[in-house]
Structures are given as C-alpha cells and as structure tokens.
C-alpha cells in the first residue's frame, strides 16, 4: 500500500469532540483503507478545542490509547473496581490507556486546541442509519461526575456481551456497505 495517510474531514462525534477516523479498515467513508488493513486496530486524530470537556463516556468492548500530540489535555476516568475517579494531566508526548469499560471524559480548559491520536483495539465502529447513530462503541453516560455521582455511578447498557453482539452486527451492516 504504497500511500501517506493524514488526517483530514474532522467531524463533532456525540461526546463533544472533533475525529478524523482516518486509519481505520471498518469506516465505510475510507474506501482507500483495506478492511482489514490494521487488523485488529484503528487509528483516528481528535481535537479537543479551548474550553472543550467531553461527556463522560465508556467503551464495552475496546481499548483506547489516547496519546497527545500538541497542547495538554486533563483525562478523568473511574475504572470498574474503583470507588473515585481520578484526573490525569498529558502534555505533548504523553498517553493514557482506557481498558473496557472505563468512565472517561476529556477535558481542555486551557486557551489552545489539543490534537491527539486515538488508538483502538478492537478497530472502532461506528454504524450511522440515514441521520440516526445505529451503532457506537462509544456509550455517552453523562455530562459531569456530579450527575454521575447523583446516579451511583450507574452504568447504561455497558453490558460487554450484548455489545459484542451489537457490534457484530453493524460490523456485518458495515462490510455490506463497504463491499456491496
């Protein structure tokens, strides 16, 4: 695959920010990318612009790398077996990792955007039927840690089984589109 791949076409994603997913074999808008291309992975650029907190979200069924490649960036997160969520800072150079299942949330409050690159395994679906989201690996819970805290950290549909069973079937919606 004799090509240079770059970032470009950014677009507003449910949680707030802003995503080129431009590495990735299951996004049916990259007919240049292979299916399988990364195996088992994607790679996709986000900014995060002045003043930008994401909504606190989590993802069943993936890992996600979020490594900062200009500007700093505050990452909350509260893992299944913790009580508290905890906030890390990232400068340029800097990565977090996110296993399965853990509460997130990216928050830029100082004055210039943070660009960062989203590593995920497996690759990241995203299934849109006509203007509705028919599949996200990404599942919204909630604006703040405060509304959070007011609903005991409660966890909609996080369920990894039925998830995976979601997945694979806008997976399978996902390689008709792209294959005919």
Do not use: C
């Amino acid at each position: 695959m004799n090509r240079v791949f770059e970032p470009s076409g950014y677009f507003p994603v449910p949680d707030g920010t802003e995503v080129s997913a431009f590495l990735n074999g299951t996004d049916v808008t990259q007919n240049d990318v292979p299916w399988n291309a990364l195996g088992a992975m994607s790679i996709a650029s986000g900014r995060i612009g002045p003043g930008v907190v994401s909504w606190i979200h989590a993802h069943p069924v993936l890992t996600q790398v979020t490594y900062v490649v200009t500007g700093a960036l505050t990452v909350r997160m509260k893992g299944p077996n913790e009580i508290r969520p905890y906030s890390l800072t990232l400068h340029r150079g800097q990565a977090v990792l996110t296993p399965p299942g853990t509460f997130f949330q990216l928050d830029n409050q100082r004055e210039e955007s943070a660009e960062v690159l989203y590593l995920t395994s497996p690759s990241y679906v995203f299934d849109m039927d006509g203007d509705e989201v028919a599949y996200d690996d990404a599942v919204l819970i909630a604006r703040s840690w405060a509304e959070m805290e007011s609903a005991e950290f409660g966890l909609p549909d996080l369920d990894p089984a039925g998830k995976a069973n979601d997945r694979a079937a806008a997976l399978r919606r996902l390689q008709r589109r792209k294959f005919g």
